[in-house]
């Protein structure tokens, strides 16, 4: 989870009867909940002047009752800032009350391969294991289930960290072999960059020449969001190093680069497949090739309704605002009832489907509803009510975050009628 100063304020700085009573004589407790107030308001948005404000308010207090919270603030401010001793010191707090939090082991086996040494390699060994621990007796998501595919992957994603992590730690140790083996299954198990590269460092320091071109070859050519063109062209460039020292030019490696190409591509194509099998929109992109649920198990095809405006209401059962919202909703409907270029969905973000049926009938809402199904991400939606307008041409063109009561339904209207005139 990413950091955001309110929401750290609201962890550490709770509000408690004291303060609100504004004793003239707090007791301790009150007036350290102040002092932090204070420290924390004089860091402003900066992220690490919040840092440094916890630190001095944790060397002030150390027997703060809310040492643990204020830990995991710091922990958190550390880690957007990229402060690598700080997430160390901090992570390793965490996971002295939790050890298996998979967040901290994650971040501090990683900042402690920054440094080179035995005893680093040795801690973050240890960390990585547990974090190879965490994910595989994590339960697998089932096929079919809400964000089957997306948390498969998230897992997947973890569990090749923890793996790659174990490797660089083994290289450091000066067990190479460990390390290749280590870094393979890191790529096996999610085809990343990272891994590759990883692998490639290890077959080369090995004398493996050969095979370390063939791995870096495939760091340069997978497919990568987290990857560069700056991070490409430094691989090219060792590449090109290995190569010719191996064979005294570069005649030939444009082969083992296009032969490394399809490898890659198959492999990646592989890894989209098995996410599939849980969730048919894993990997998808584009809003129109997407599949919805429907409360029955029915399936809907996005790309049915190419050439209308969609209108997706995203809500929720457990959502006030929404159920607020629904007639205004519905008015918009009844505008467009008799349009056949205008197609409303309400999308269901609920956790538990279940629910959903009979919350329907109590309530007495006699519409269609389908299942998120993984659109909430691929859209952006972090907050319901959402109402988004989708253009004839399946982009979005307008987004209403919450509602205004008295204009909602005019202001809706408009923008879909503003829709319909784009060609």
């Not at 990997?283 to 029915?298: A, P, Q, R």
Request: aromatic share 8%; charged share 30%.
């Amino acid at each position: 989870m990413k950091l955001h100063l309110g929401w750290a304020l609201a962890v550490v700085l709770a509000a408690s009867p004291m303060l609100l009573a504004q004793d003239p004589q707090p007791s301790p407790e009150a007036a350290e909940q102040q002092a932090l107030r204070d420290a924390l308001s004089e860091a402003g948005s900066s992220k690490v002047d919040f840092l440094r404000a916890i630190e001095r308010h944790l060397a002030k207090y150390p027997k703060s009752s809310q040492r643990w919270e204020i830990e995991r603030a710091a922990f958190q401010a550390a880690a957007e800032v990229r402060d690598a001793s700080r997430v160390v010191l901090y992570g390793e707090k965490i996971l002295e009350r939790d050890s298996h939090n998979v967040e901290a082991l994650e971040r501090v086996s990683r900042y402690l391969l920054n440094d080179q040494s035995k005893e680093a390699a040795t801690k973050a060994l240890d960390y990585a294991r547990r974090l190879e621990t965490a994910m595989k007796t994590q339960p697998k998501p089932p096929a079919g289930s809400q964000n089957a595919g997306r948390l498969a992957e998230e897992q997947n994603i973890l569990l090749a960290k923890a793996y790659v992590y174990q490797a660089r730690a083994h290289g450091n140790l000066g067990k190479l072999p460990e390390a290749e083996t280590l870094a393979r299954q890191s790529y096996d198990t999610f085809p990343s960059a990272e891994a590759a590269r990883e692998l490639a460092k290890w077959l080369e320091r090995q004398g493996k020449v050969d095979d370390a071109v063939k791995a870096l070859a495939e760091a340069f050519t997978v497919p990568d969001p987290n990857v560069d063109e700056a991070d490409r062209a430094k691989d090219r460039v060792r590449m090109g190093e290995w190569y010719r020292k191996a064979k005294g030019s570069e005649t030939g490696l444009g082969d083992i680069v296009l032969a490394a190409y399809d490898r890659s591509s198959a492999k990646i194509e592989a890894y989209k497949e098995s996410l599939r099998s849980l969730d048919p929109n894993a990997g998808k992109i584009d809003l129109m090739d997407y599949s919805l649920t429907g409360l029955k198990g029915d399936k809907l095809q996005m790309s049915s309704l190419k050439g209308k405006v969609i209108v997706l209401d995203f809500w929720a059962t457990w959502c006030g605002p929404c159920r607020a919202q629904q007639p205004l909703y519905e008015q918009v409907k009844e505008r467009f009832k008799n349009n056949p270029n205008v197609v409303f969905l309400n999308i269901n973000t609920d956790q538990n489907r279940e629910i959903v049926a009979p919350f329907l009938a109590s309530n007495k809402w006699n519409k269609t509803v389908y299942f998120e199904d993984g659109l909430a991400p691929l859209l952006r939606v972090t907050s319901i009510p959402m109402t988004l307008v989708v253009s004839r041409k399946g982009q979005i063109a307008s987004r209403m975050n919450g509602y205004i009561a008295d204009r909602f339904v005019d202001m809706l209207s408009e923008r879909i009628e503003e829709s319909l005139k784009e060609n």
